[in-house]
């Protein structure tokens, strides 16, 4: 998943249990991030 992050630079999402809440904040935002890069790359190739 994050292939597709364009604002971090992590390699994979990690598991946030052991981070608190700043864990499961950091995961939210690598998917939000991966998310939206993901969504583009296939409209594009549905275009």
Do not use: N, R, W
């Not at 390699?11 to 700043?22: F, I, N």
């Not at 939000?32 to 275009?47: R, W």
């Amino acid at each position: 998943m994050c292939s597709y992050c364009k604002k971090h630079e992590e390699t994979e999402v990690q598991d946030p249990y052991y981070g608190g809440a700043l864990g499961f904040e950091k995961v939210l935002d690598l998917l939000e991030d991966a998310c939206v890069s993901l969504l583009e790359t296939i409209v594009a190739e549905k275009m």
